[in-house]
């Protein structure tokens, strides 16, 4: 069972908030805040009581556009915790879901808040919970006995990696970043590419290129963002670069090739 803090300056919408959270049977108490600056106290007051009693918080709902410090701050100042409770952000904005993900939370629920949706969301706090609270496994144990028997399968093994939200149909899915084979720029959109398919979310593609850098994302022209190890061929022809990436194929702009073909010599030789 849960003991909540929901945090939003809106009055209207923290009430309803409230009322959805304890609505929900896992939820055994949901407290308001309406500033960062109160949530903050009463999250450090319960971290100091050691999360005993009524007064502990297992997660937060926190909205990210608040006055003062907003809720990606709050979320940054709740990282430097030991033991700090769970994040779930409730927003109205869908820019900052590669942030929030970044920071950590379990969830991303858009407003106005569903019913079913936010039941969702409090689901992957008990899960997360619930496995944060078993027994590790003993360190003289084969390694390989802890390890799904689907992790023995042909095929891409996605369940140590990070996740980014998509929305479909109102619906919330987590795509694993190594999924992605490469991201096309649609407007202020993204398109998401994988084996399965695609998915579009709101987000600059030069707001990706920057935060997927390290994960071995290089952009090769204004529009793609390419996986480097997803890249099966790279094809010069009269004074033209493509790469194919699985069945598509793609431009690679003049401003791009050299490093393009640098980065796939040193990703060769590993």
Do not use: C, N
């Amino acid at each position: 069972m849960l003991r909540a803090l929901a945090v939003d300056d809106e009055k209207p919408a923290l009430e309803e908030l409230l009322y959805l959270l304890r609505a929900d049977p896992r939820i055994t108490s949901a407290e308001g805040a309406t500033d960062a600056t109160d949530a903050l106290r009463r999250i450090t007051r319960a971290l100091d009581a050691q999360g005993d009693g009524d007064d502990g918080i297992d997660v937060v709902f926190l909205d990210i556009h608040m006055a003062g410090l907003t809720g990606l701050d709050v979320a940054r100042l709740l990282a430097r915790f030991a033991h700090p409770p769970l994040i779930v952000f409730v927003t109205a904005h869908e820019g900052f879901a590669v942030q929030a993900f970044d920071l950590k939370a379990v969830d991303y629920v858009l407003k106005p808040v569903r019913r079913e949706r936010l039941a969702e969301a409090v689901r992957r706090v008990v899960d997360l919970a619930r496995t944060a609270r078993e027994p590790r496994p003993q360190p003289d144990r084969p390694a390989a006995a802890h390890l799904p028997a689907a992790s023995a399968a042909p095929g891409p093994v996605h369940s140590g990696s990070e996740q980014i939200p998509v929305e479909l149909g109102g619906v919330t899915r987590f795509v694993p970043i190594d999924a992605i084979t490469y991201v096309e720029a649609q407007g202020d959109y993204a398109r998401l590419h994988t084996e399965e398919g695609s998915h579009l979310v709101r987000i600059p593609l030069s707001t990706l290129e920057e935060r997927w850098a390290s994960r071995g994302f290089v952009r090769i022209h204004r529009s793609h963002l390419v996986a480097i190890a997803r890249i099966d061929e790279l094809r010069l022809d009269a004074g033209t670069t493509t790469v194919r990436v699985g069945s598509a194929e793609l431009a690679v702009s003049r401003r791009h090739a050299r490093q393009l073909r640098e980065l796939l010599m040193r990703h060769a030789r590993r």
